[in-house]
């Protein structure tokens, strides 16, 4: 019974997505295959340079430039997420995509950082978001980035 409840969420997620009121971003989606997030996260180096397509809802979008979103697949709390980065200006996300439903592709990237950068990194997503960081927090390495590198999207209004 819960895999036919989630067959027919998914069913029911895809065609939305699919519905004319759906707005495409930069170079639009034509991969037909989804890889899940969680598989990505799972095994990111068997995914690092492939071109790969995901969907899920918007969990978050950059506040100052829209150059990036945040999908997650679900929407509780501990939903797997993966961000989705774009070049500054070329494709803006608006922030009035969060909650929505989102297909997007690109290539799977992993920037390596030395502690310091991350730490930077980290304190720059705080402060877009208001919140407090304590670089304290930060473990021990290695650190990097997981990311895809957007080459376009839909988005479901």
């Not at 709390?77 to 995509?97: M, Y």
């Amino acid at each position: 019974m819960k895999k036919i409840s989630l067959f027919a969420l998914g069913l029911l997620a895809f065609a939305s997505l699919l519905r004319a009121d759906a707005k495409n971003y930069g170079a639009g989606v034509k991969l037909a295959e989804t890889t899940s997030v969680a598989k990505i996260l799972a095994d990111p180096d068997a995914y690092v340079g492939k071109k790969v397509r995901i969907e899920g809802q918007v969990a978050d979008v950059c506040p100052m430039k829209g150059c990036w979103m945040e999908l997650a697949e679900g929407s509780d709390a501990n939903a797997s997420k993966l961000r989705i980065k774009v070049d500054d200006g070329v494709i803006v996300f608006p922030v009035t995509a969060k909650g929505k439903l989102a297909v997007a592709e690109g290539v799977v990237e992993a920037i390596p950082m030395t502690k310091e950068k991350y730490v930077a990194w980290l304190s720059h997503l705080a402060e877009e978001s208001g919140r407090k960081f304590d670089p304290a927090t930060v473990g021990n390495g290695p650190f990097r980035i997981l990311q895809i590198r957007g080459t376009g999207a839909r988005i479901t209004d």
